[in-house]
């Protein structure tokens, strides 16, 4: 019975150290071995697409809750124009040659 | 075989360690295949800890007493089911549970986003990593599942109180939750540690927050029913350090889950965001150590085991590298988003918060006043339920009436009109809800009253959104009422499946409440045919019975129970008598009434020689509302956890236009 | 954009001063009942909380007109305390386990009307 167990556990030790060892035995020159990080430029980039990505989510819930009758009409026409222009500066940064903001479609959709 | 099980821990405890310090190191010099080789550590450590664990339980399905663990905790009458829930009844093993699960689902988040932790979040490998390195060194130098001895003809045997169906489900589950809750915490200081200042990190746990919360909220209330049932003292819920363990760390990952969403839609609230997931994740840890230091009995028996020395010293690490990290981040984390308006949704999830974080700081200092008190000043004291009772409701009240006001409240800056008059509804129904009851009765307890009001109002709230909601559908398009409703939540599965769960925990506060508020309870001492009123019933004793279990002598009292002369049947309820563990259990008789939704609970407290007995009943008001609470609430979270196909499609858009940064 | 006192600032400093208020005050006033070791209980007359280890075998039985007879001990010594308790016994009670009794002191017995058990800790090293 103890044999058994100490070549298993032999076998265990041998293959986690095989495991273990993989990411260099595959490569073992590789051209790039840096972890992709981003630039300044690669950081901004994603800080626009989420405020992009925000505020369209802002303006779907705007929408949303005034179909459903949460936010009265004089409530929506006071805040959907902010909106909308956040959400067009938010894409013209992203994007200098997109000309127009969407027409947001009335969908009874709230964001994810 | 225990040489195999102790080989496999230590190779486990190595691979975690180079985990952690291999891939500390690769996270900071930017070393790809270093880290990949730490992941894979991770991945492999989770192999060998299932194969310690295989050995654990083969044992025990063995009844092999070499193992000191087995022995101490099994017996050869031990039904099989116990005999392998045991796995989790002692300390060694359910520190070996722990590491189990921690290593399973580490792996599996970082398997499933390897593209981001290769890309932006190489710290969360080596954060796992050390995590499970403080189990995996406890397993290893200082609580072994796998000491040897000299086998006993039998062992120990199994505390009764144990021996019962919700063993083998409560603890797995609340590891599940428990364990479940570093995920975000190690992901949000990798986060952190790398610099990270966007919000992938937050959509890439979003499911395992609200599974793991879901999970412990689930393991809290089946815990809640065996003790309901087991202990039988006739409550459900006794504010006991040991209950108050896991309802802290649940209390601030409620707080956390709602003001994660403000930080995804909003960008605001960054900092709080921080230090809640590293305060839940502290205070699962602090939940740990509490159930098994003994140091609640006494501030003294903390001395008798070393293991919660360990552990308070774990818990003081990763407070303090939390903390640090945090202030060192800081200036990444201030957002430049201001709170607008006092009355927006914003505030609202502000107001909740307050509420949840000072409730968990409230139960927190029930459970360290004791102990405080005692160090400081010598004199020992105890907190008991009116403390908790007290706080409960003064903040569970207004947190009741955020779950309705906030989901009806606009975002930014509502206005007081539009906002009244989306209230008018819901608050006109709680209104004649609140006189029908008081008309009723219910004016004996006000806080009850109070309480049953203001559920109302948010139950009426919430079917209002659904009412709205399908009939905004329904006028889109040309479907059935029925098919507009079902689109309306798979289309919105976050905004209606938490709806759910909201309507969910006012059911539960309506039942505890009532069992709380409305109750009666009734004891005496029957012959045999003699009768006892309690409510509505009416108990006669009618004779007592013996019998012999596997492991245990049955004695039962039996009474007919009847009502408004109605006969309702009879019910059982005694002691059993344990041989090996020479313990005795109280076998209460439940009688459920689900039209009611109220429990006869009866008590036999004690068989006298001459026959007779004494009898301890209760109605408990709308109890099972609390169980039946329990189930929505876990629909509830299915709903807002099933994938959407939509969504993912989102996603994967925004990570494609993300171009370069998805490389590797 | 010109930075604005925020009111949320404000919110938040008052409900964290009022709510230590709340605690500081109902934990002088009422939090707790000072719970005492048997080396302590004598000469104390009013109705007092007494926490300590079931010692020896108890006797007779809660329901009956002599109660449950036991003597508890000091959890970190050796005083000891003769206990009569009437009412339930919960499951977890036996020798061994630690228990905290509510009633008072009458002629060197505590007559007791609440038991307590602690919750024992399921993961302590030495057997039950």
Known sequence: ?112 | MPGLGSAALVVAFGLVLYAALAGGYAAYRGRRRLLDSATNALYASFASVLLAALVLLAALARHDFTFSYVASHTSHELPLGYTLASFWSGQEGSLLLWLLVLTGIGSAAVALNRRLIRTVLPWTVPILGAIASFFALLLVFVASPFATQVAPADGAGMNPSLQNPYMLAHPPLLYLGYVGLTIPFAFAMGALASGRADERWIIATRRWTLASWTFLGFAILLGAKWAYEEVGWGGWYAWDPVENAALMPWLVATAYLHSVMVQEKKNMLRVWNAVLVAGAFCLSLFGTFLTRSGVINSIHSFTQSSIGAWFLGFIAVVAGASTALILYRLPLLRSRTRLESLISREAAFLYNNLFLVAFALTVLWGVIYPLVSEAVRGVAVTVGAPYYDFFGIAFGLPLVLLMGIGPLIAWRRASLRALGRSLLWPAGTAVIVGILLLLGGAGSSPAGLVGYTFASFVLAAIVLEFVRGTRARHALGDGSWFASFTSLVGRNRRRYGGYVVHAAIVLLLVGAVGIGGFGTTREAKLAQGQSLQVGDYTLTYLGSQQERAANSQELRARLAVSRGGDDLGTVLAGKNRYFAEQQTSNEVAIRSDWLRAEDLFVIADQFNPDGSVFVKALVNPLVNLIWLAGLLFVAGSLITLWPDAREQRRLARRFAEEGALARA | ?128
């Open chain 1, 1 to 112: 019975m103890e044999t058994v167990a100490v070549l298993l556990a032999v076998l265990l030790a041998v293959a986690a150290v095989a495991f273990v060892a993989r990411p260099f035995l595959a490569e073992p020159e590789p051209e790039d071995d840096r972890i992709g990080s981003l630039t300044p430029a690669e950081q901004e980039r994603l800080r626009l697409l989420e405020r992009r990505d925000r505020a369209l989510g802002a303006l779907k819930e705007l929408e949303f809750d005034h179909r459903t009758g949460k936010i009265a009409d004089a409530d929506y026409e006071a805040s959907v124009g902010p909106l909308r222009r956040e959400a067009a500066e938010a894409m013209r940064a992203l994007e200098p040659q997109t000309a127009s903001v969407p027409e947001p479609v009335e969908k009874v959709d709230a964001p994810a």
């Open chain 3, 1 to 128: 954009m010109a930075r604005r006192r925020s009111p949320a600032r404000l919110v938040i400093a008052l409900s964290v001063a009022a709510a230590l208020a709340i605690f500081l005050v109902y934990t002088a006033l009422a939090g707790g009942t000072p719970s005492l070791r048997p080396s302590q209980v004598a000469g104390h007359d009013g109705r007092v909380s007494v926490a300590g280890k079931v010692v020896g075998q108890p006797s007779g039985a809660a329901r009956s007109p002599d109660g449950l007879r036991f003597t508890i001990r000091d959890v970190e010594g050796s005083a000891t305390l003769p206990v009569v308790y009437r009412g339930s016994v919960p499951d977890l009670f036996r020798t061994g386990r630690d228990v905290s009794v509510e009633g008072s002191l009458r002629n060197g017995v505590f007559v007791a009307d609440k038991l307590v058990t602690k919750c024992p800790s399921k993961y302590t090293n030495k057997p039950a």
